[in-house]
């Protein structure tokens, strides 16, 4: 079966399942209208003339009534899980038909001075946006963080490598994990946001005060006590004084309490969408997994816990409530009652919680990948190796190097995407790439930086084949000049080469791709400044991709140091074409003039 008609299958039993669910709803809608009138009319019988089997008659009445709502609210939330999980199916199916993931895509991450410009990694239809499944802040932070600053140690790459694997097979999981996540309309605040951590480190006030403790149980029993004394008795002299004395403990400790709720309040829905992220979780077989089974022992049970914290959250807002503020509070003192239930729950959960929501992010994160790599099967799994180790054909590895076979840009689809093989670090440590405007030069570039990056994020690559050595990813393929900056194109091509090299006085291992450098200046100072420029790379620990329209550069291939490929393009029967497979040698062939002449320009 066909990734696509996976897809397709479950989304019908999602929509048999919605159906089924409706049916129900419809049926349960009919059951509480037909209850209710009879607990209404049982009441009104009762007050004409009480009898006892009227007073159970309507008992029974009232319980059946209160079980029927919680059943139909809880059809209403398997109804909206099946929703959510039909969107998630839908999407992936829009994705591997062409259409943009329904996601965000991680623009905000943007920035302009990395390789995260240059090899389209945030923004419409980039890397993250392809990747991204995330449901929370903390997710797409993790997800984003991971691309920012790739994994570099062959052996932690293989065991994200297992995750992914272990996560993209467990089909039925990943999608309800992500349906988990949306069951909150729109995507919140962060968990570990300021004000949830500052109520974390807040000491408990009330937990330990054993005459306060002492004082919530006894205070309420004596309104009660005094309420029943006045209807029986007219005596209102101790329910009097059971208020005076609750408003009083009350007003002694508002600062407190309401400082606590402008902390913790209106978080119910984050705390769910935790929990239920966590809860299917649990579920996951990790066996095989180091990484899986690390987060699934961490958040052991804490769907639990946070599920009773959302409740408590939940019950703390409703001090808001004028009815429990009026008479819940003064009678049974129920702020009191809620902070000491939520610090309890502090006491017993505050170190572990910021683990827990670590957790939701790597998860997230991981269900992204791993949704991914089953979406392209065709994709293999790279083999990161140390610098200078032995590969399986017992060649003694160079110190840095990159080997594939048809490889390709994920990005582009692949009906219309050319494989190409490529090695580097073998015979060379830079390689030129010469051709002419359109011919692929760029494309190439970025192919090869953004299947490294896959590969050290644990992904599978758009390769048949992909062996390297773990390294940073340097680029200066897309200039563009500031207003606000007051910066030239010149300038800011010049300060992105500026890092570049600054970067590599480090003596941290580097893949450099570079893009036809210094267009800003005239043809023979180009030249030189190109020619310098390449001479300083091969002093440094790093391989470099040069693309450039500069064919007198070709002229620098050495042996052992680098090589020289390129793209042609065809004019045939008076009409360009492309083939895009990359060659040895120097590019022949040009092709503005030509099309400059067939626009009709000259």
Same mark, same amino acid.
């Given at each position: ?13 999602? #929509? ?30 009762? +007050? ?44 992936? *199916? ?38 991204? !499944? ?21 052996? *932690? ?26 069951? +909150? ?68 400790? &508002?600062?407190? *309490?309401?400082?606590? &709720? ?31 089974? &690390?987060?699934?022992? *961490? ?32 009678? %049974? ?15 017993? #959960?505050?170190?572990? %919680? ?62 219309? !995407? ?91 291992? @580097? ?5 036809? +450098? ?60 492309? #083939? ?8 022949? #062939?040009?092709? @503005? ?10």
């Amino acid at each position: 079966m066909s990734t696509e008609a996976y897809y397709q299958e479950n989304i019908a039993a999602c #929509n048999g399942k919605i159906r089924s669910i409706q049916t129900r709803l419809n049926g349960m809608a009919l059951v509480r209208v037909a209850l209710f009138a009879g607990v209404a009319f049982t009441v009104y019988s009762l +007050i004409q003339q009480y009898t006892l089997a009227l007073l159970i008659l309507a008992m029974l009445l009232t319980a059946a009534f209160i079980g029927c709502v919680n059943l139909y609210y809880r059809w209403k939330d398997q109804r909206s899980l099946q929703e959510k999980l039909r969107f998630v199916l839908t999407n992936e *199916v829009g994705l591997l038909t062409g259409a943009s993931n329904r996601f965000p895509d991680g623009a905000a991450f943007l920035t302009s001075d990395t390789y995260l410009d240059d090899l389209d990694i945030f923004g419409k239809n980039s890397l993250f946006h392809v990747l991204n !499944r995330t449901t929370t802040a903390r997710g797409m932070n993790v997800l984003a963080a991971r691309l920012r600053r790739p994994l570099l140690d062959p052996a *932690v790459i293989v065991q994200e490598q297992q995750a992914v694997r272990i996560l993209a097979a467990q089909t039925h999981l990943r999608p309800l994990l992500t349906a988990h996540g949306l069951l +909150i309309d729109k995507r919140q605040a962060d968990l570990d946001k300021a004000s949830l951590a500052e109520w974390l480190d807040t000491s408990p006030h009330f937990y330990r005060n054993g005459w306060l403790r002492a004082a919530i149980i006894v205070l309420p029993v004596v309104n009660i006590a005094g309420l029943l004394l006045y209807f029986t008795s007219n005596n209102f002299a101790l329910v009097v004084a059971g208020i005076i004395v609750s408003r009083l403990l009350l007003r002694a400790y &508002h600062g407190y *309490v309401s400082g606590q &709720h402008r902390l913790i309040s209106h978080k119910q829905d984050l705390f769910d969408q935790y929990a239920g992220i966590l809860a299917e979780f649990n579920k996951a077989d990790t066996t095989g997994s180091p990484v899986l089974q &690390h987060w699934q022992s *961490v958040t052991k049970m804490a769907h639990t816990a946070i599920h009773r914290l959302s409740r408590l959250t939940s019950f703390f807002d409703q001090r808001l409530n004028l009815v429990v503020n009026v008479l819940l509070n003064t009678f %049974f003192l129920y702020d009191l009652h809620c902070i000491i239930a939520l610090e309890s729950w502090k006491d017993r #959960n505050r170190s572990s %919680f910021p683990g827990w929501i670590e957790a939701v992010g790597a998860i997230e994160q991981l269900n992204s990948l791993a949704t991914f790599a089953f979406n392209n099967p065709d994709y293999v799994y790279p083999s990161p190796m140390a610098s200078g180790a032995a590969p399986t054909n017992g060649t003694p590895a160079p110190a840095l190097f990159i080997e594939s076979t048809s490889i390709a840009h994920p990005l582009i689809p692949a009906v219309r !995407r050319v494989a190409n093989d490529f090695t580097i670090g073998r015979d060379e440590s830079l390689i030129l790439v010469t051709g002419s405007n359109m011919s692929g030069k760029t494309t190439f570039l970025r192919t090869i930086g953004i299947n490294l990056l896959m590969a050290q994020c644990g992904l599978p690559v758009c390769a048949a084949t992909f062996t390297f050595t773990p390294m940073d990813i340097l680029t200066s393929l897309r200039i563009s000049d500031s207003l606000q900056e007051q910066t030239s194109y010149f300038m800011a091509e010049l300060k992105k080469l500026q890092q570049i090299i600054l970067h590599l006085r480090t003596g941290a291992p @580097a893949l450099v791709l570079i893009d036809e +450098i210094l267009r800003g200046t005239n043809s023979e100072d180009k030249t030189s400044g190109s020619e310098q420029f390449i001479r300083q790379l091969l002093q440094y620990r790093c391989l470099s991709l040069f693309a450039t329209h500069d064919l007198s550069l070709g002229t620098l291939e050495q042996p052992g140091l680098i090589t020289n490929y390129c793209f042609e393009s065809v004019i045939d029967n008076g009409e360009l074409h492309f #083939n895009y497979l990359l060659q040895r040698g120097i590019a022949r #062939n040009r092709n @503005a003039s030509f099309l400059m002449k067939k626009m009709d320009i000259i």
